[in-house]
């Protein structure tokens, strides 16, 4: 069972008449866990202790009680949907009636009922709701189980590359020193050989390194930081990226920069990962321009990173987010193919999203979005 404790299945009776909530309870006492409120704090302290679903009479829900009880309501975490059951007045409706039930519809999940009701009615109400709450707190278990679960892989690949990095550092030193010594003593067959143990040493490394920078974008707490300027992060980006951009001789240019709220190394982390995809996939023999823009877009603002190099296969616009893809040989383009997963990790933290839009030979634009 999903639920943890019977007192989630409560069926909870608010009427202001003992009479009326002791005949409902006699009525579904047989099938269901019924408790009787007297009045709206109980109400309130029952349902906090635990139910499957209410009903209240319309005449019980003083402007107090319904005050109190829209602020329990607001307080449930997003998967909770308690159904609620009202008891209307019978004859025919009133302008006050109508406006009564449009400000319950307005709290939450309720449902009118008009009265005098018969038993099997109320059976299938009661009935109902709770399948529904149940399907609620199979929803909630899955939902923490798949959050214990993404903590436990995500604590995993942090621990794994942290406790990784050190003896694969040692390999590749340990195999250079080698070389650097002992690499007259052997022939050409053992110096390939110790070449693909330096160059898989490396490409570990590497690889180690972007596993913890994955594992540290899924932990990016919730809460909204200051405004930044985006043009220090992408600057930053540049800077670490000088290297590159020198060997290549890449060109860069940067529009106006907005102010985001977004923490300035998360920022700079997509954009060296996005500018240095840019400067690794550029055309042969062609020094490539990369154009790094803004607007503003509603809530959010729009950023794109545009370079003019050899371009995305329409086929692998999606799948270049996906974590260790790669669509090219090590020998033509190294990397661990966790580059844009990183970015995309972050940016979706942050409640944006990213996508690429590209042409075979006529180059790539990468989007993403992050809060104005």
């Known amino acids: 069972m999903f639920r943890r404790s019977p007192l989630e299945m409560r069926a909870l009776i608010l009427a202001p008449v003992g009479r009326d909530a002791r005949l409902l309870a006699d009525t579904l006492a047989p099938e269901f866990d019924v408790d009787i409120c007297t009045n709206g704090v109980i109400l ?28 329990w309501l607001a307080s449930q975490p997003p998967w909770a949907d308690l159904p609620i059951v009202i008891l209307m007045s ?11 039930a449009h400000e319950l519809e307005a709290l939450g999940n309720f449902t009118f009922m008009e009265r005098p009701v018969r038993p099997e009615t109320v059976h299938s109400a009661v009935r109902s709701a709770l399948r529904a709450r149940l399907r609620q707190y199979e929803v909630r278990s899955r939902q923490e189980a798949l959050i214990r679960a993404n903590a436990d892989l995500e604590q995993f690949a942090y621990s794994a590359s942290h406790d990784l990095r050190e003896p694969i550092r040692s390999i590749a030193i340990y195999t250079e020193l080698f070389a650097k010594n002992y ?52 600057e930053a980006a540049i800077t670490n990226l000088s290297a590159a951009i020198g060997e290549s001789g890449a060109r860069i240019t940067i529009g106006e920069m907005p102010m985001v709220r977004m923490r300035q190394s998360h920022l700079e982390q997509v954009f060296q990962n996005l500018i240095g995809n840019a400067i690794k996939y550029r055309k042969e023999g062609a020094a490539v321009h990369i154009c790094v823009t803004a607007r503003k877009n509603d809530s959010h603002y729009a950023f794109s990173v545009q370079d003019d190099g050899i371009g995305i296969s329409p086929e692998y616009l999606e799948v270049v987010f996906g974590l260790f893809k790669r669509l090219h040989a090590d020998h033509v383009h190294a990397g661990s193919g966790m580059g844009l997963a990183i970015c995309q990790r972050i940016v979706e933290r942050y409640r944006g999203r990213i996508w690429v839009e590209s042409e075979i030979g006529r180059g790539s634009t990468f989007f993403f979005t992050v809060p104005a």
């Open 44 to 71: 309130i302290e029952k349902l906090t202790e635990g139910a499957g679903m209410a009903i209240v009479a319309e005449e019980a829900l003083s402007s107090d009680c319904a005050e109190a009880l829209s602020k």
């Open 90 to 100: 019978g004859g025919k409706p009133t302008l006050a009636t109508m406006r009564r």
């Open 183 to 234: 690499g007259h003593l052997i022939d050409a067959k053992g110096q390939e050989f110790l070449h693909f143990i330096q160059s898989g040493a490396y490409r570990m490394e590497g690889l180690l390194a972007d596993l913890m920078s994955y594992a540290h974008a899924s932990g990016i707490p919730d809460e909204v930081p200051e405004p930044i300027s985006a043009r220090g992060p992408v």
